[in-house]
């Protein structure tokens, strides 16, 4: 299992191989001109920045439990507490 420091370390082919194989895609959400996956991966969340204009993926980062996005995931779907 990788933690989180370990996961921020990784180049961003890594970083999508390994959650595409391990990780869980729980919603997604536009915001910003972006279409942003949230994963679950092992015991974190993980935000793929997709930008549909440039077809790409601009980044892939842990998901920022102060972050204003939270709301928009939390109206669509129940995230464990736990893990926020």
Known sequence: MMNEEEFVELKM???IRLLYQEGAFVTNIRY???KINL???Y???VEVFYNHKEDKVEKIELMDRKTS???FY???ISLPVNLL
């Open 43 to 45: 015991n974190y969340f």
């Open 74 to 76: 939390t109206d669509q």
């Open 39 to 41: 994963y679950l991966l």
């Open 13 to 15: 082919h890594e970083k």
């Open 69 to 71: 996005r939270l709301k």
């Open 32 to 34: 910003y001109g972006y």
